[in-house]
């Protein structure tokens, strides 16, 4: 399935004019929320304004989800996706780091324990470079073929976390592609609970639905959810930063 051209530069520019009204009436419309994010950013007042990791999930040995249809392999379409939001990001004058490059992993050797080696490694990576904001790239599989659209998890206890997430499935939401509106979860994912900053989890759809394991395959979709995924992102760190 492709998106035209027109029709997505005509969905990123509605995702700049809704999404920062949307977000602001859903915080203003709650002040204690609000004293509470502008608290998270001045705790984070020492960072690199525009600084952002971008995990793409899996790799190496730990492929993740499998499609149904075509067995396409999560690993690959997250970091395919976390490109195109790295290149949304750098290109509106963010500093990007990613936590893997390329299709390995970042456990070292395949030894017991290699998983958690890799997740202790993001972590690693995340507190160091002191970030913006955390988001983290999946592909979601389900028991019932017929769910389909992305959902964005958030770090329990977290207001910066819950906010950023409710930002980005805001704007996913708002794709032209989703079928359904879909409400940010919380998560006790080891990625969200070990992060110090604000992370969130994009799970981009499910490899268990045929018809979207094609779209999650196709470079153009990809991009207009990395578009999406950079305009809830975004909205988030600039309201925080006013």
Known sequence: ???????????????????VPILAAVILSVPFLAATVKKISAANSLTVFKRVVIDAGHGGADGGAVGVKTGAIEAEINLAIAKFLKAEFENNGYTVIMTR???????????????????KK?????????????????????SLSSRRGAQVFFKPGSKGSEFLARSVQNSLNLM??????????????????????PAIIAE?????????????????????????????ANAY???VNA
């Open 176 to 197: 032209p592609t989703a079928k359904r509106t879909y409400r940010e979860l919380s998560g006790d994912y080891y990625i969200l609970r070990e992060s110090n900053y």
């Open 204 to 232: 981009c759809g499910f490899l268990s639905n045929p018809d979207e394991e094609v779209m999650l395959q196709d470079e153009t979709y990809q991009k207009a959810l990395a578009a999406a995924i950079y305009g809830g």
């Open 101 to 119: 490059v390329d299709n390995n992993g970042l456990y070292g050797d395949e030894s017991d324990g290699f998983k958690l080696r890799d997740l």
């Open 122 to 142: 993001r972590v690693e990576i995340i507190n160091s470079a002191k970030p913006e904001a955390v988001i983290s790239v999946h592909i979601n599989k389900y």
């Open 237 to 239: 760190i600039e309201y």
């Open 1 to 19: 399935m492709h998106t035209p051209r027109r029709k997505r530069i005509k969905y990123v520019m509605r995702i700049k004019k809704i999404i």
